[in-house]
């Protein structure tokens, strides 16, 4: 290919130019090879250049990797080739940037070519966009998998916010429902399959960019989970989480796509006789654990309960956890090692053990407490609530909202929380999500 656009460059009106110069210096005034949609299995990358979600460059290490092996499995004489897709509503291959050391002769032009290769695929990723609206994540890795055949390579570039169905997350709930549940839904639908052999890499998952709002750190996790959990249920050998760019800047000049509703946690602001509801996806326990998946955000997120608890002499806190509908409904063991763990951090932020109360209760209240599992809703019952009694002054401050998080969507709510005891004036409503 390399000896096909120097005889093309020559036959030119820089001929001259070229003929006076060094080589490398001729070599930069080629003109870019022109860019084709060739199907050529090995490395195929899909590109969210997109609205809502983050620029894809600068490229994260294991993106950069793979297009080094691209080059190292070409060696000296050998081919090569990265294939570029959008990924938008309707996604296609817009670019397959070839490699060609056939017929070079000697190490200077055969870097010459790397280079060229290197260059043309970084500077292909940053130009691709959007062309049609929404974003079908799935409907791109297919394609990508596709293309890149047994054994290859498929990068994903994307926040992973798909927004058509069948994982439509502008759907409420849809971002907190289960990993392992969404992917088997996925594969049963056989919307993303034959993955075997394939090697993929899930760039920037989470990253997102205005007008689209940020993802808190555990739905960033959570995000990450799902797509790791679908992936793999699609026959996945291997699979690479890497972090985005870290830039929040938006694609100019593409088409619209809907925003995923994020819940907006904020800062609380604990008060008396108030209740705090704080759904998994804001403490963010591991499935089936009491481990978080960012124990610094919890810390961040429960420090005004602990402030609270510490200016309010008299005042205590009731922790009462409640899980999704699966398993033993009765069974009370992971609930409540969840509200204790809630303790331990309120605990280490200064808060009065003494004054600290926990429960766990199994299965939530939503729709019912005996209501059969419901992926859909199951993830509101991963919270709870409680009551306790307090002394005879009165904390300042706002009243808390009494309800954090997506509502239930008209499937029932939680009961209202129990009343502080006799004489108790200062009461403390908490939550502690389940699994």
């Not at 070599?27 to 949609?37: E, I, K, L, M, S």
């Not at 639908?189 to 997102?208: Q, S």
């Not at 939503?366 to 009694?389: C, E, Q, Y």
Request: charged residues 20%; glycine residues 12%; hydrophobic residues 40%.
């Amino acid at each position: 290919m390399t000896s096909h656009f120097v005889r093309r460059a020559l036959a030119g009106t820089t001929a001259t130019v070229c003929a006076l110069t060094a080589a490398a210096a001729c070599a930069r005034q080629h003109p870019v090879p022109p860019c084709d949609t060739a199907s050529v299995p090995g490395l195929v990358i899909a590109v969210g250049a997109r609205a809502n979600s983050a620029l894809p460059t600068p490229l994260p290490d294991p993106v950069e990797t793979a297009i080094e092996e691209v080059i190292k499995e070409a060696g000296k004489d050998g081919t090569g080739a990265a294939t570029i897709i959008r990924v938008d509503g309707q996604p296609s291959v817009a670019c397959t940037v070839h490699l060609d050391l056939r017929g070079i002769a000697n190490d200077a032009a055969r870097d010459n070519e790397r280079a060229r290769f290197r260059n043309d695929v970084h500077r292909r990723i940053e130009e691709v966009r959007a062309v049609e609206a929404e974003a079908d994540v799935l409907k791109a890795l297919q394609l990508a998998s596709d293309r890149a055949g047994a054994n290859g390579t498929v990068v994903l570039i994307d926040s992973g916010l798909q927004t058509t169905n069948p994982l439509n997350f502008t759907v409420a709930g849809l971002l907190d429902a289960g990993a392992d549940y969404l992917a088997d839904q996925v594969v049963a639908g056989n919307h993303l399959h034959d993955l075997a052999g394939r090697t993929i890499i899930l760039a920037g998952i989470g990253e997102t960019a205005p007008p689209q709002a940020p993802l808190f750190e555990t739905q960033k996790q959570r995000l990450r989970e799902i797509w790791e959990a679908i992936v793999r249920r699609a026959g996945a050998t291997d699979v690479v989480l890497a972090p985005g760019s870290g830039k929040a800047e938006a694609v100019a000049d593409v088409p619209p796509v809907s925003l995923v509703p994020v819940p907006d946690v904020g800062v609380i602001q604990p008060d008396c006789d108030t209740t705090i509801i704080l759904y998994e996806d804001e403490i963010g326990f591991r499935p089936n654990s009491t481990d978080l998946r960012d124990p610094a955000h919890a810390q961040e997120l429960l420090q005004p309960i602990a402030d609270w608890l510490r200016a309010t002499s008299r005042g205590h806190a009731h922790l009462v956890g409640s899980i999704a509908h699966y398993g033993n409904p009765t069974d009370t063991t992971l609930s409540l090692a969840r509200a204790e763990k809630i303790k331990q951090i309120l605990v280490s932020l200064g808060a009065d053990g003494a004054r600290i109360t926990t429960e766990g209760i199994g299965w939530g209240p939503i729709p019912s407490f005996d209501a059969p599992p419901d992926p859909a809703i199951d993830h509101l019952n991963r919270r709870g609530g409680g009551g306790g009694g307090g002394g005879a002054r009165r904390a300042r401050g706002r009243p808390t909202p009494p309800r954090r998080g997506p509502a239930p969507g008209g499937r029932g709510g939680p009961p209202p929380p129990p009343r502080p005891g006799p004489g108790a004036r200062c009461s403390r409503y908490l939550s502690d999500p389940g699994g």
